[in-house]
């Protein structure tokens, strides 16, 4: 008897997706210049964005986080006290972190003071760019400084291997950048102390 052929199943070929073209990524400003001997920077350490933030802005390990956690407790207290409701649950520290108010707490405490205005463009900062001389920034309940320090200015993010140097001119660009990411800004007035790397820029 003669076999029928059987025809082997034909082979389904999916047509492969067509890899999207990625975006450009802008990258960052970076300037390939050494940086200044003896530039503070801590690097990110559990939830502690806001104390490497000041210690990085102060350029030496000015706050702990104990001493943090006390601004906490006692700003906690202190709202609690006006609002007759008893001891609060630490609204001012939680595992995230710490808010604003503690930031403002500590530099308070050494003399300087935070302006609580969220900036909304580059103008606004550039205005008042020669009575600054630092600036604090959050994005996505991430706090980091940015610092001047001589002629130029240096993003002490905890999160980036090493600071980032900015030059005057790119500020603007800078800030756009920042603002544009939905970054809350705030304006930092007082003296703040020199670390090593602002005494090296003078001398």
């Known amino acids: 008897m003669t076999r029928t052929k059987v025809k082997p199943p034909t082979a389904i070929t999916e047509e492969l997706p067509v890899p999207m073209k990625r975006a450009k990524v802008k990258p960052p400003i970076v300037i390939n210049e050494e940086l200044p001997e003896g530039l503070y920077h801590e690097k990110q350490q559990g939830s502690l964005c806001a104390m490497h933030c000041l210690n990085n802005l102060l350029q030496g390990p000015v706050f702990s986080e104990w001493q943090l956690r006390e601004f906490a407790k006692c700003l906690d207290f202190e709202e609690s006290r006006l609002s007759c409701s008893g001891m609060g649950d630490d609204g001012n520290a939680s595992d995230a972190g710490f808010n604003v108010q503690v930031i403002i707490s500590a530099l308070r405490s050494i003399g300087c003071a935070i302006e609580l205005q969220q900036v909304k463009h580059s103008r606004e900062v550039l205005e008042q760019l020669e009575l600054l001389q630092a600036l604090i920034c959050n994005q996505n309940k991430h706090w980091f400084a940015v610092r001047q320090i001589g002629d130029d200015w240096f993003d002490l993010n905890s999160v980036l291997d090493s600071p980032i140097r ?38």
């Open 166 to 203: 900015i030059k005057k001119p790119e500020l603007t660009e800078y800030l756009n950048d920042a603002l544009a990411g939905e970054q809350s800004v705030f304006l930092v007035r007082g003296e703040l102390q020199d670390g090593d790397a602002a005494m090296s820029v003078r001398a």
